[in-house]
């Protein structure tokens, strides 16, 4: 319980206006946890696994509507349009809210409505932030239990008058007297709205129970809101994986990397070296909020508890410690289900059995069923400490020094394996660039075209995206020049003539990683190269790698023609910036232009 005024008055004003049959302060206790899951097996809204093969483990099935991210029904309500850009959908915030409030007008009615105080990083951290969330979904409850730190322990270390972002959400599906609740109450998706009030630090979400978009803590706080609120305080709050690598020596140092989607991020975060005597350990999968200590340096917390990663793809094979962490109490979420109560999904790394009961609760057979057994974006939900690689300092409460930041896309041409920035505004540059080539999986008509989205962020900022770049750019006026991390842009996924991958990739990519951690201590030189520094061959550890000369030297190449060609489409998506594209990346660009030139 709490003393603290804002909260209780806040609660009663939601408690009046959505008018739910009764409300619950969550504890985080797992009693409590282990109630509300019992509940959703008796009423049909989950599914408890074979307890032999995954214990602790249930699914969910959402409705078909209701299945990821809607970045269409998702608003930076900013109290000027202008402070929204062109990356956000804009709606002015007495508008909006007029909106939704008569959309929450009793739209908890028949449910009951959780309090989930919740901290994003560590409690009591000095990095760490409070949010108090009010859901009417159980399913939002025990996933919020597992990606954030809840309960009482939060309210304490709120105390009477700490600061905190309220979070409502509701499913928007009132129940009247007598009304059955079907399995995945949502609302329709014109009446879907995850609103951000940036200016008061205020989330309001309606309409959906999915991922992003209920699980305020993840997208809407930990990016939107708290990017907005590390402009104001001088921090960054990334789209960004936290690694450790330790040498053989014992020496360690952490990287962040930001990846668009279907980058192996994940796998990133969790990579087992293939070469000996290295070490990869997991901070963060997804999220960094990175803040200056006291020496100067950037230091990173990973402000969540848990990970929401896709199920599809994810085998022993590709990540294995995400496949070790997800065998015992996990939530799963639109994967297949086998008729011996287990999980199965494309791309788990052995066949499907003859039968299944797909996403969607019907029969599916292999060989005949025509749609996916699991939805492509079918997720595990599970804590951070079930991954067998996880640090053991991943909570440290002063966050982690960070050596590297690695940005990357999908390029199958053009950009090289590895790049490294010539200084702190060329690797901004180089962050507002990186994006992956649209294939045949996407959107058939822009084949080849790049979606660029700087630092991974063009559906997180909270605020205008020439702003967010020029916020990236003050970061180096805060510290001395040589206490910045390093920047490296790297692209596993560059292809050969016959549209084969140069490179392996998954644990292969620790031979990167190596020479990065060379070049922070400066044991190796870099080749200049017109977009940045690349490795000598000679300095790239491929040891027992079965690649040969040619595929290096491709994989390294920088060709100043398609790199004159990248640059035309640079100067499209800038356009998009309107007046706001910072003067230093005009600069960085002209620079590269005229390298390219020379
Ligand atoms: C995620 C995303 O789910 O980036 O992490 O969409
Ligand atoms: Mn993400």
Redesign the pocket.
Known sequence: MTNHKGVLAWIDEITKLCEPNNVKWLDGSEKENQDLLEMMVKNGTAILLNQEKRPGCYLFRSDPSDVA?VENRTFIASNKKSDAGPNNNWIDPLELKKTMNSLYQGSMRGRTMYVIPFSMGPIGSKLSKIGINVTDSPYVAVNMRIMTRIGQKVLDALGDNGEFVPCLHSVGYPLEKGQIDPTWPCAPIEQKYISHFPDERLIWSYGSGY??NALLGKKCFALRIASAMARDEGWLAE?MLILKITNPEGKVKYMTGAFP?ACGKTNLAMLTPTIPGWKVETVGD?IAWMKFGKDGRLYAINPEAGF?GVAPGTSYQTNYNAMKAIEYNTIFTNVALTDDGDVWWEGIGYDAPNHLIDWQGKDWYKGVSMTPAAHPNARFTVRADQCPVIASDWEAENGVPISAILIGGRRPTTVPLIHESFSWPHGIFMGSIMGSEITAATISDNIGKVRRDSFAMLPFIGYHVGDYLKHWLDIESMTKPEKLPKIYYVNWFRKDEFNHFLWPGYGENSRILKWIFERCDNQVHGVKTPIGYIPDPSDLDLSNLNISETAIKELLNVDKAEWMKECASIEAYYERFEDKLPKAIKDEFDSLMNRLKA
């Open positions: 991210r991922g992003g789209h989607s997804d929401f």
